[in-house]
């Protein structure tokens, strides 16, 4: 079956503006989550879906950072006013239980954003 | 809290011999944990994990890692290196409690032909 799907799979943008990253999971996965891969960094947790509802938000480094998540589906991650240290990979996965505990996570390709 | 560290931030190992990739934790309860492997351009692919039972587990390509609870450790392991090995690891733990993933720092493996 088809895996998560991520969209766009590159952004160049200029500081200041806003953007719209997109994450498709695998179908019938109920578990969401983005992280962030910086360079020479490991992934950093951004943020955790339980369904629509997010109970873990404690990731997002400011509130510039928002996602929402719709029909237990697709979800959306939106930088505003981005700032070049927000350059990084956007890495989206998604699971079968509602807690990540011990289900495997599966990992979309990624959007690479730079913030000029 | 949940932490997890991969010291070594390159591993070079020559075709055919065997290969080891270090990987250490530290959590406040039980450990599950997780090898994934990024190749470039690519997102995370998973390879192997660890919820309870056999110490020793299989996972995909050949790969293999060992739970060491007295060590704290989950070193992944291969046998015979290929060339196609060749790409960043991760090491992950989570554990009850916590909603998301720890990752290490990876580990650049290099396979020599």
């Known amino acids: 079956g088809a895996g998560v799907s991520q969209s766009p799979s590159n952004k160049v943008t200029e500081k200041g503006k806003d953007v719209e990253l997109r994450c498709d999971p695998i179908?019938?996965?109920?578990?969401l989550y983005w992280y962030r891969q910086s360079l020479g960094q490991g992934l950093e947790f951004l943020i955790y879906?339980?369904?629509?509802?997010?109970?873990?938000k404690s990731g997002l480094p400011s509130d510039r950072f928002s996602a929402e998540r719709t029909g237990g589906s697709v979800s959306t991650l939106t930088i505003q006013r981005t700032q070049q240290e927000d350059s990084a990979v956007y890495l989206c996965?998604?699971?079968?239980?509602?807690?990540?505990?011990?289900?495997?996570?599966?990992f979309g390709p990624g959007t690479r954003l730079l913030v000029l | 809290a949940q932490s997890v560290a991969q010291p070594e931030d390159q591993v070079n190992v020559a075709e055919g011999n065997p290969l080891t990739v270090k990987c250490t934790y530290s959590?406040?309860?039980?450990?599950?944990l997780f090898w994934y492997v990024q190749y470039p351009n690519r997102g995370l692919q998973f390879l192997l994990k660890?919820?309870?039972?056999?110490?020793l587990v299989k996972g995909s390509y050949g790969f293999e890692a060992e739970f060491n609870k007295s060590q704290t450790s989950f070193h992944l392991k291969k046998p015979s290196a290929l060339v196609s090995d060749s790409a960043l690891y991760f090491c992950?733990?989570?554990?009850?409690?916590?909603?998301?993933?720890?990752f290490g720092t990876g580990t650049r493996l290099t396979v020599i032909p």
């Open positions: 959590v406040s309860g039980n450990p599950y």
């Open positions: 992950a733990v989570t554990s009850t409690g916590a909603n998301n993933l720890f």
């Open positions: 879906f339980q369904g629509n509802s997010a109970p873990d």
């Open positions: 179908s019938g996965h109920t578990a």
């Open positions: 660890y919820i309870t039972g056999d110490n």
């Open positions: 996965a998604s699971s079968f239980l509602d807690r990540g505990l011990g289900e495997t996570q599966y």
